[in-house]
């Protein structure tokens, strides 16, 4: 059974940085297209940036371009969010998914097959 596992969430200032990880077990995931979506209160799940199965391809919300960079570890289950010059309205639950299906990098959260529980960012203001 595939399981996603996120961490690295926290309550962080306006201006800094946090980096989020996704470790997945359970497949193989040579071939997963993976990616980041966050849902903050009374708001619905939104796409924050996804990356194909090799990492050559990468798509962003233009809330985030320019400030989030998403990648993925050396080991192929691993996959990482580096978050810089947050600002309070990037304040959410952050989820990471995977889709055994796709290679490309998707925007759109019904195309995902798999998800994990969530990691809480904070930021104040």
């Known amino acids: 059974q595939v399981q996603l596992v996120e961490s690295g969430g926290g309550l962080v200032q306006a201006g800094g940085s946090v980096r989020l990880s996704c470790v997945a077990s359970g497949g193989t995931f040579n071939n997963f297209a993976m990616g980041w979506f966050r849902q903050a209160p009374g708001k619905e799940r939104e796409f924050v940036a996804a990356?194909?199965?090799?990492?050559?391809?990468?798509r962003y919300a233009d809330a985030v371009k320019g400030r989030f960079t998403i990648s993925r570890g050396n080991a192929k289950n691993t996959l990482l969010l580096q978050m810089t010059s947050l600002k309070p309205e990037d304040t959410a639950n952050y989820y990471c998914a995977a889709d055994p299906f796709s290679l490309n990098p998707m925007i759109e959260a019904g195309e995902y097959e798999y998800w994990g529980q969530g990691t809480q960012v904070t930021v104040s203001s």
């Open positions: 990356i194909s199965w090799s990492g050559r391809t990468t």
